[in-house]
């Protein structure tokens, strides 16, 4: 789910939400003022293609939940709610919030080499990113096989965006998988 230089996918609309309208939203982002601080957002639908400029009117998390439920100006209906289901939610590059001293942007992970060791080879390069309940980070392995590897700070203790590699201590087995 790797975007173009200029937007950021920042969710997907993965639902209608009762009966006004609202959409539910599977988050791929850090920042939930992004699902609740009114202004502009974009819409790319399923097939790609141009973003379409939308106005978030309101946003709340569901409690307990890791979805958002969002209200955008001019959809008033299930009906209308249901037919942006599938689509992405954008900001645009220039939008991404400053960050402290050691932290990043999980998208930067894409395009890193995977090693095992610091003084080793890579064994492979993080080819995509994949959010759920714990993100997964998607490895091209230099044999050719693909391997996702959860982001947790257990398997994947440190991250060296300036040299351009990040650091694997994967349990027994998940490499064999």
């Known amino acids: 789910m790797v975007e173009s230089e200029d937007w950021l996918i920042v969710g997907k609309l993965v639902g209608a939400q009762g009966l006004q ?14 699902f609740t601080t009114p202004g502009s ?3 790319r639908g399923r097939k790609g293609g141009e973003p379409k400029e939308v106005q978030l009117k309101k946003g709340r998390q569901l409690p307990g939940k890791s979805l958002f439920i969002l209200r955008l100006e001019g959809i008033d209906s299930r009906d209308a709610a249901e037919a ?83 650091l694997l201590t994967p349990p027994p087995g998940l490499l064999d998988l």
């Open 21 to 34: 309208g609202e959409l539910r939203v599977n988050p791929a982002s850090d920042f939930p003022e992004r």
């Open 41 to 43: 957002r974009w819409l």
């Open 84 to 166: 942006l289901v599938g689509q992405e939610l954008l900001v645009p590059a220039s939008d991404r919030p400053e960050l402290e001293e050691g932290e990043f942007h999980l998208l930067d992970l894409v395009g890193l080499e995977a090693r095992l060791h610091a003084d080793e080879p890579a064994i492979g390069v993080v080819t995509d990113l994949i959010s759920g309940g714990n993100d997964l980070l998607e490895l091209k392995t230099s044999a050719g096989r693909t391997l996702l590897i959860p982001f947790v700070e257990s398997i994947v203790p440190e991250v060296h965006l300036e040299k351009g590699w990040l």
